[in-house]
């Protein structure tokens, strides 16, 4: 089994507050990396930060990361401590509404986060990222691939977000490696902040329903970010990596 060492490594991580990206910035901790837990609620921020102190060192900055100014703080504060060595990019929000409700600000604002966010870190980063030979992880989505009614500002995002992906592994290799990993459906219910903490319900068909036989855990999604910014996944760059299950190879028709 495959185990990783990011003793004297510097993380970064958005949204690392809650789900998955708290599943992410508990992982690299355990493995010996410092981590920058950034988060736009201060409420998941702090208390992540709190919990996760004992495991290493994890410092929490309230961020918005489609704040480009935002952003440059965050980069100066991270500089002087002595940069970084892997940025993940993961903070996403979602709008769920018929496409005629949904209104510009509300699809500007959800790309602003899912997307822009991602290149103004990956801009502000590069240099750092460049001088150590780091590494770049974007938490995309199935939703990128696939749809459900009522998500286009997320799946445009998402897609988006992948492409982009691929373009800055161009860019910044071959000193920065750049992938993508798009997430099927992750049971984050548990790893939600206190005040709206709650544990789902599965049921066997919620399970069955994927090839792999479940539904998946953020540890799914924590464990192949550790790999990708691994040496030993020197060889990766410009992927996007589905870890969904199965789902998406699934053929799925109505039976009467």
């Not at 990222?129 to 998402?158: C, D, F, Q, W």
């Amino acid at each position: 089994m495959l185990t990783f060492d990011f003793t004297g490594k510097t993380a970064i991580v958005t949204g690392g507050g809650q789900g998955i990206g708290r599943s992410i910035t508990e992982a690299l901790l355990k493995a010996g990396a410092r981590v920058w837990l950034i988060d736009s609620d201060a409420e998941a921020g702090t208390e992540t930060a709190a919990d996760l102190n004992s495991l290493g060192t994890v410092e929490f900055i309230l961020t918005d990361v489609a704040d480009a100014h935002a952003v440059e703080s965050m980069r100066q504060r991270v500089a002087a401590a002595g940069g970084v060595d892997l940025l993940v990019n993961n903070a996403a929000i979602m709008v769920r509404k018929p496409l005629e409700e949904l209104a510009p600000e509300e699809w500007h604002r959800v790309l602003d986060v899912n997307l822009t966010g991602p290149f103004l870190c990956s801009r502000a980063f590069a240099d750092m990222l460049r001088s150590r030979h780091g590494s770049i992880v974007n938490i995309a989505s199935t939703r990128a691939l696939m749809s459900e009614p009522h998500t286009e500002s997320y799946a445009a995002s998402k897609g988006g977000l992948v492409a982009l992906s691929h373009a800055l592994a161009l860019s910044l290799g071959p000193a920065v490696r750049v992938n993508c990993i798009s997430p099927g459906w992750i049971d984050v219910s548990s790893l939600r902040k206190r005040s709206r903490h709650q544990t789902m319900s599965l049921s066997e068909q919620d399970h069955a329903q994927h090839p792999a036989g479940r539904v998946g855990r953020p540890e799914d999604i924590a464990a192949l970010v550790l790999y990708l910014s691994s040496t030993e996944a020197g060889f990766i760059t410009g992927e996007n990596i589905v870890i969904d299950g199965g789902m998406t190879r699934k053929m799925i028709y109505d039976e009467e």
